[in-house]
């Protein structure tokens, strides 16, 4: 895995080098669409051996469904099954994109040459397990790749981005994170899992920024019973936001400098940095944290350790700060910065 999440970062690494020697030596760039690019090309080959062209259409599909579900009222019940235009227009693309993933299956299935990749993992699961509570087979297929595609792709991507966008705007902790990587893989591309798992910095840094940019806004959970909270009643079947910005940014729970980047809270690790650590929770928390925490820890080291190896960052004057919700939290205006060879 970490091969495929190198040689797909490279190939983007390329594109950006040319480009800064185009530009005479500065590149000015907004970074998020690439970015995406280059999450999207990541799950897709981790998911079905394919490269980015064959999910293209999947992904700007998804994306034209997130920016319509993020303008639903979320927690009003019933709202979603009403015929309004925007529920019209997600009914009409998640039809589209359950076609799109079943085509791509039959492909792989015909082809047989994705080996022990993702889809090869959900195919087992459907094989073996029997009991799909009312729903077919290939439903339980197409909602699982599904899953992975929109839980795995733009969460990433925005990782990427405002961990850019921390670090240009952060001189010292980018030299220190590039001093790590430079000396943990000697030439910059000798990556491997022990390597990561040895960059301590950039593991602080990343943690960081999940703290106080999380992609996802809020875990969800239902009663299974009323419950009595500390003297509020939640009725059975009653569905808990829990909010992960309000928790990872309480001053109370973080101290003074709760809204501050400082990368250093982590030096000893979740436990040390907050006086609840269960209220660090950006992969969520319990029996459904996040599947895909370990695979997303190491595609963002793989990528930002070839990106610090190669580049030097700094936010472009023309960078506005505008964190916006769109299902996940989103630079508005996209992260624009000045890119320069190390
Ligand atoms: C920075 C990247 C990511 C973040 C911040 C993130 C965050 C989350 C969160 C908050 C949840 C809900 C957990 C809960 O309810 O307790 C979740 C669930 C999930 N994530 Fe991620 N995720 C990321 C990347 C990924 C990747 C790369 C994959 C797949 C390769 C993935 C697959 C999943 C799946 C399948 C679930 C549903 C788990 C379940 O319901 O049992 N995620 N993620």
């Known amino acids: 895995m970490v091969n495929l999440m190198v ?3 490279i190939s983007m690494l390329k594109s950006w080098e040319s480009r800064v020697e185009w530009e005479k030596g500065i590149l000015e760039i907004i970074v998020d669409e690439d970015l995406r690019s280059l999450s999207a090309d990541i799950i897709s080959r981790a998911c079905f051996g394919s490269n980015y062209s064959k999910g293209e259409e999947i992904f700007s599909k998804l994306k034209a469904l997130q920016m319509a579900m993020a303008k639903t009222y979320i927690g009003i019940p019933g709202m979603r099954y009403l015929p309004s235009k925007n529920n019209r227009e997600i009914w009409k693309l998640e039809k589209e994109i359950d076609s ?3 085509s791509v299956v039959n492909h792989c299935t015909e082809e047989a040459t994705h080996g ?3 889809l090869q993992m959900i195919l087992d699961g459907a094989e073996t397990y029997d009991d799909y509570k009312g729903l077919s087979k290939e439903r339980f297929i197409v909602n699982n790749c599904k899953n992975m595609y929109f839980a795995g792709y733009e969460t990433t991507a925005t990782t990427l981005s405002w961990t850019l966008m921390l ?7 980018q030299a ?7 000396e943990t893989c000697k030439d910059g591309f000798l990556l491997d899992a022990n390597a990561l798992t040895n960059m301590k910095t950039l593991t602080m840094v990343i943690l960081e920024t999940l703290r106080l940019y999380p992609p996802a806004t809020f875990v969800i959970r239902q009663a299974l019973e009323d419950i009595d909270f500390k003297g509020i ?5 009653m569905n808990i936001q829990i909010p992960i910005p309000a928790l990872q940014q309480s001053l109370q729970l973080w101290g003074p400098d709760a809204h501050r980047f400082n990368p250093e809270r982590f030096a000893n690790g979740i436990v040390e940095a907050c006086k609840v650590p269960q209220a660090y929770m950006p992969f969520g928390i319990g029996a459904r944290i996040c599947t895909g925490q370990h695979f997303a820890m190491a595609e963002l080291k793989v990528a930002l350790s070839l990106l610090l190896s190669k580049f030097c960052f700094s936010l472009s004057p023309a960078y506005v700060h505008s964190p916006a919700f769109r299902l996940v939290i989103q630079p508005e205006h996209g992260v624009r910065l000045l890119i320069k060879r190390v």
Request: glycine share 0%.
């Open 7 to 9: 040689d797909a970062t």
């Open 100 to 102: 799109l993933i079943l």
């Open 116 to 118: 022990k990749d993702l």
């Open 167 to 173: 670090l240009a705007a952060s001189p010292d902790w």
């Open 176 to 182: 220190c994170v590039r001093a790590e990587v430079l």
């Open 233 to 237: 009643m939640i009725p059975k079947d």
